[in-house]
């Protein structure tokens, strides 16, 4: 839609992961590894990981001064991606990240994983993610989640099973 501008519209990241988004893949994440749920936000990712059985690290720290766990589980602020997955390649960290489906068509993408030797495995959910948001660390009180958009969950050296899968 070109020339699409509006006043009301503002650019953030503060979309917190439900617990449902990591019920999907708990059957697909690895139970004796140290997760890094490497972002934040209100905290609730990684407590909701940890209901789920598994061992979280997961601190209000920057995650490009830290390398924490064994592997990364996060759903990382979509306006860092390129810088997260660079940095995750450098780590030479596992990943399982929920990012939306086009970044997949991403040039940037496809320079920093088409030549590598682990190949990118993608996990798609049956439904769309519902994101909760935040506006200045807090929900709104109106906000109904109705993600407009597909997310996938984006998984390196994961050894998963087959390269694309579809959940049930």
């Not at 209000?60 to 390649?89: A, M």
């Not at 109106?142 to 579809?166: E, G, T």
Request: charged share 30%.
């Amino acid at each position: 839609m070109a020339g699409f501008q509006t006043k009301t519209f503002s650019k953030h990241d503060d979309y917190m992961t439900p617990k449902s988004a990591w019920e999907n893949i708990e059957h697909l994440i690895p139970k004796d590894n140290i997760i890094w749920e490497a972002f934040y936000g209100d905290g609730t990712s990684g407590t909701y990981l940890e209901e789920l059985g598994f061992n979280v690290i997961h601190e209000d720290i920057d995650f490009f001064e830290h390398d924490r766990g064994d592997i990364v589980v996060s759903n990382p602020p979509f306006t860092l991606i390129k810088e997260v997955l660079t940095r995750l390649v450098e780590l030479n960290k596992p990943f399982i990240l929920i990012m939306p489906s086009p970044k997949l068509h991403t040039q940037y993408f496809r320079k920093l994983f088409s030549d590598l030797e682990d190949p990118i495995q993608i996990v798609i959910p049956r439904k769309r993610i519902q994101f909760d948001k935040l506006v200045n660390g807090e929900r709104p009180k109106d906000y109904k989640s109705k993600c407009n958009f597909d997310c996938y969950y984006y998984c390196w050296k994961m050894n998963l099973p087959r390269d694309i899968m579809w959940l049930e």
